[in-house]
């Protein structure tokens, strides 16, 4: 996990000293973020924009925040989405075993006759 923030923060990190090099972009501002999961990502903002207390991890989407030690709570309930997926897939599932029975209550009768 180390590793890979380590490999995250260098490569971000080079994008302001190009733009500094070249001393055409507008001042801008790196702010970074922790998640829960210790995940860092650090956003660029033009300087005169206030940065947000919470940023969206762009690695789990939880809540990520400034302060590296007391990141924010994640969410106790799974997203929207994938409890929808989960209920649309159980859904599909029991389709399936009724057509599956159908077709078989079918052939029953058929091999009955
Ligand atoms: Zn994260």
Redesign the pocket.
């Known amino acids: 996990m180390a590793a890979g923030n380590a490999i995250r923060g260098t490569r971000v990190g080079s994008g302001p000293v190009r733009w500094a090099e070249r001393g055409e972009q507008a001042p801008r501002s790196v702010v970074a973020y922790w998640?829960?999961?210790?995940?860092r990502?650090e956003p660029t903002f033009a300087a005169e924009i206030t940065p947000p207390d919470t940023w969206d991890?762009?690695?789990?989407?939880?809540p990520?925040g400034r302060n590296e030690q007391a990141p924010p709570e994640r969410p106790r309930a799974e997203p929207y989405k994938t409890h929808l997926a989960y209920v649309k897939e159980r859904r599909t599932d029991a389709d399936g075993e009724a057509i599956l029975q159908e077709a078989l209550a079918r052939l029953r009768q058929r091999t009955g006759r």
């Open positions: 998640c829960s999961n210790g995940h990502t991890c762009p690695r789990c989407g939880q990520a």
